[in-house]
């Protein structure tokens, strides 16, 4: 039977250090603190939530993990991004990007001045482009390997009505996902996505609430996400144990994206054509 070389012993362990921006709330919040939990520590980023930033950085220290915090305004780019640098420098290194900030919108692409359709292209496509450049360097100089681990959403892999710039943008992250997997594995740095669906967050309008409470029928799960469940993933690309994965997206979404087929006979009405007609009826 073939043998598997172990690996240097540089390599194991989880990473010491990571970034996640957007990590004020939500998804990124999750995520910072999951890696904590792990022995990481975590560089918080935020754009104007600045003592949510502060909470998750309380939550992370709690942990027993080193927790520094830095501004991070993605519609001026490419000049914040320098925060990544910052807070590598403080951490003493970067071993695990997660590009988590994002934003999106509601109205149709018929309607949309073009402002809003480059605010949202800016924030959750051209932001984690840069974030990533930056990021990347830190780990080839370092010449440790790395993570970078790009949180998308369902919508990188099937469209939805009034989310034009936002499903172009997470689409285009998943493809640069594939693109950089390719580019830095000669540096032993994997790049994944992570897509998650409906999840119980402050984008979702339901922080910190109980998704076991929101009952949502057209879900094979029966419910939304938790922040956590998809901050367990991520954790789990940013170990060891992930190493020969690159170049893969992992959807957390409860079993949304099977249910086309399924959901296309039930529609009764042209309710769907309307921009948060999905949200209206989840709301009842």
Not at 212 to 241: C, I, K, Y
Request: hydrophobic share 40%; proline share 6%.
């Amino acid at each position: 039977m073939a043998t598997i070389a172990p690996l240097p012993k540089e390599r194991i362990g989880a990473p010491l250090r990571a970034v996640v921006t957007g990590s004020d709330s939500g998804i990124g919040r999750a995520v910072a603190v999951a890696l904590a939990g792990g022995g990481v520590d975590v560089g918080i980023t935020y754009h104007t939530d600045e003592s949510g930033a502060a909470h998750t950085a309380e939550l992370a220290r709690d942990r027993g993990a080193q927790a520094v915090v830095r501004q991070l305004d993605l519609d001026d780019l490419p000049t914040s991004t320098a925060a990544i640098d910052e807070l590598a420098e403080e951490l003493g290194g970067l071993d695990v990007l997660v590009n988590c900030a994002g934003t999106g919108s509601s109205q149709k692409a018929m309607d949309m001045d073009f402002d809003t359709w480059r605010h949202v292209l800016s924030v959750d496509l051209d932001g984690a482009f840069l974030c990533t450049q930056r990021a990347a360097r830190h780990m080839i100089d370092a010449g440790r390997g790395g993570r970078v681990i790009n949180i998308t959403s369902v919508h990188e892999h099937a469209p939805k009505v009034g989310a034009a710039p936002y499903c172009a943008a997470k689409a285009g992250l998943g493809a640069l996902t594939k693109v950089l997997a390719l580019e830095l594995a000669e540096h032993d740095i994997t790049v994944n996505s992570v897509a998650p669906g409906e999840i119980s967050t402050p984008m979702t309008g339901q922080d910190d609430a109980d998704p076991r409470e929101h009952p949502r029928p057209g879900l094979p799960l029966g419910r939304p996400g938790h922040a956590d469940e998809v901050a367990s993933v991520v954790a789990f690309l940013a170990t060891p144990a992930a190493g020969y994965v690159t170049g893969s997206s992992y959807v957390v979404d409860g079993g949304m994206l099977l249910m086309g087929p399924q959901t296309s006979q039930l529609v009764g009405d042209e309710s769907w054509r309307r921009p948060g007609a999905a949200q209206e009826v989840a709301d009842v």
